[in-house]
């Protein structure tokens, strides 16, 4: 696949794994859309832009185009217009199988009541 151009929005620590996988393959992460000083501080030290929030994301018209928009340990809700700004694919990660298991620590869950088998939706 060619390098593509991406914009990760979250505010956990998966976003960062993504984020480095990302670049490992060749891929440029062109902004990081967070409210987490922690997230945001290693996105400044990547080179992305960093953008403090979805209004941030959308007052900003002079980014570049971009491929893929990833949301990644993220709990907005992502308006329409800006996924419409992704040209491929926009992408939500959850960390269980959905639509049986939504919301929040599916994972501890999954745990909690011995299940044997458990997934995460992309």
Request: net charge neutral; aromatic share 6%; charged share 20%.
């Amino acid at each position: 696949m060619s390098a593509r151009r991406f914009v990760i929005i979250g505010n956990e620590s998966l976003l960062v794994h993504c984020g480095e996988a990302l670049r490992r393959a060749g891929h440029g992460v062109d902004a990081i859309v967070t409210t987490s000083p922690e997230i945001g501080a290693w996105a400044a030290g990547t080179g992305s832009r960093v953008l403090p929030g979805l209004a941030a994301f959308r007052e900003a018209t002079d980014l570049p185009p971009f491929d893929v928009l990833l949301s990644v340990g993220n709990l907005e809700l992502i308006p329409g217009d800006v996924i419409a700004r992704a040209r491929v694919a926009a992408i939500n990660f959850h960390d269980g199988p959905l639509p049986e298991h939504g919301g929040l620590n599916v994972p501890a869950w999954a745990i909690m009541r011995r299940q044997r088998e458990h997934g995460i939706t992309w």
